[in-house]
């Protein structure tokens, strides 16, 4: 996808001064917006124009943020989505990471630091987008870097932007301990601000996705007290 296309956004927000707020602020730095006060709305919107970029709302009057991303996510596991979320509402922002959010900003906030979070999404994965001429391999698990896809015995397996920059991370650095500032800083990028946990989240849901068994993970490798390693394949 060309980078300067990629500036589609679309607001799902119930509360209109929000809402507009947002719209105006992302509209100012060269966004093309879509709004939606309901969750129904949403789910057309993204249907007519596709967007690039979601901003939602956990708490949306017809049905909740989580279930809109859900079924955003069956159908495009690669637009990026950031949730709206209430001071506190740890568990909300842990799930809502779970379940495929990219990242998540809490209420009150300075419209642009959500503006700049978005470009920075947008740089990074714009960067993992560019083509690629070589294949990472591991044991049965195979990164195609030409088509962002990940493989397991030649099976495709479905994975959010953040996820394909994980599993990307550790292939290119096999058996090195990585702590979670390093994958933070190499996956999210410098600039980010968030909860350290968001690591640990996309490692199990990695490891649901990749591992024969959760419960004793083979490839993703726990490193106690720093963060975790890719077990090269011997």
Same mark, same amino acid.
């Given at each position: 996808?060309?980078?300067?296309?990629?500036?589609?956004?679309?607001?799902?927000?119930?509360?209109?001064? #929000?809402?507009?707020?947002?719209?105006?602020?992302?509209?100012?730095?060269?966004?093309?917006?879509?709004?939606?006060?309901?969750?129904?709305?949403? #789910?057309?919107?993204?249907?007519?124009?596709q967007?690039?970029v979601?901003?939602?709302?956990?708490?949306?009057?017809?049905?909740?943020?989580?279930?809109?991303c859900?079924?955003?996510?069956?159908?495009?596991?690669?637009?990026? #989505?950031?949730?709206?979320?209430?001071?506190?509402?740890d568990?909300?922002?842990?799930?809502?990471?779970?379940?495929?959010?990219?990242?998540?900003?809490?209420?009150?906030?300075?419209p642009?630091?959500l503006?700049?979070? #978005?470009?920075a999404?947008?740089?990074?994965t714009d960067v993992?987008?560019?083509?690629?001429?070589?294949?990472?391999?591991? %044991?049965?698990?195979?990164?195609?870097?030409?088509?962002n896809?990940?493989?397991?015995h030649?099976?495709?397996i479905?994975?959010t932007?953040?996820?394909?920059?994980?599993?990307?991370?550790?292939?290119?650095?096999?058996?090195?301990?990585?702590?979670?500032? +390093?994958?933070?800083?190499?996956?999210?990028?410098?600039?980010?601000?968030?909860?350290?946990?968001?690591?640990?989240?996309?490692?199990?849901?990695?490891?649901?996705?990749?591992?024969?068994?959760?419960s004793?993970?083979?490839w993703? +490798?726990?490193?106690?007290?720093? %963060?975790y390693?890719w077990?090269?394949?011997?």
């Open positions: 996808m060309d980078t300067v296309t990629r500036n589609q956004v679309l607001i799902g927000e119930d509360d209109d001064h #929000i809402r507009r707020f947002i719209s105006i602020n992302l509209s100012h730095n060269g966004f093309i917006v879509h709004e939606a006060s309901t969750g129904e709305e949403a #789910i057309k919107s993204y249907l007519a124009h967007p690039d979601i901003v939602l709302d956990i708490m949306l009057p017809d049905t909740d943020g989580f279930e809109i859900r079924r955003i996510r069956e159908k495009d596991p690669a637009v990026i #989505i950031v949730f709206l979320t209430a001071r506190g509402q568990l909300d922002r842990i799930k809502g990471l779970e379940i495929g959010a990219d990242d998540y900003i809490v209420k009150p906030f300075n642009l630091e503006v700049a979070r #978005i470009h999404i947008l740089r990074r993992s987008l560019k083509p690629q001429r070589h294949i990472l391999q591991s %044991g049965p698990i195979r990164v195609d870097l030409n088509s896809k990940v493989f397991k030649d099976e495709a479905d994975l932007p953040k996820e394909f920059q994980m599993i990307r991370t550790f292939l290119e650095q096999p058996d090195t301990a990585l702590s979670r500032n +390093e994958l933070l800083n190499l996956v999210w990028g410098e600039d980010f601000v968030g909860d350290p946990k968001t690591v640990d989240v996309h490692v199990r849901k990695l490891r649901e996705k990749l591992e024969d068994d959760c004793k993970p083979h993703i +490798e726990t490193v106690w007290g720093l %963060g390693r077990r090269k394949d011997e």
